[in-house]
């Protein structure tokens, strides 16, 4: 997972951040994302169907794969390139707590962990700057 950033969630008790990479990797090295300037964010409802599309406009990138590492180090990706970036995004699960996770447009879906396993969803909120 060297060279790449992935969205996911902290668990309170334990301080131990879970992301999803085909399961529920947990990690206990980990930066989280912060608003010291006070932007103005909102959760925005998305995935399939939505009125705002899988990835609303102005969507926080919460994360990049390896094949996009180039591009985003050297802040020219070309458009195709964009699938392989990934954004904040929540959903409800099962047991009706909120997981956070990553986006991947390309595949319109929300990935998070859960449970020791990696879940997606089509419903699910992202992460969008207001202005």
Known sequence: MENQAFSGYVDSETGICHTAWDKDVQVKEYQILTNPCGMKLSWEKAGKGSK???????????GFEA???????SGQAP??????????G??????GKLYGGKVHAVDEKLYYPYKGEQETSTEYEVLVLKY
């Open 67 to 73: 094949t996009a590492y180039q591009y985003v180090i």
């Open 52 to 62: 705002l599309g899988v990835v609303p406009p102005c969507s926080v990138v919460g």
């Open 90 to 95: 929540r959903t409800k699960a099962s047991d």
């Open 79 to 88: 458009y195709g390139d964009r699938a392989s970036l990934s954004y904040v």
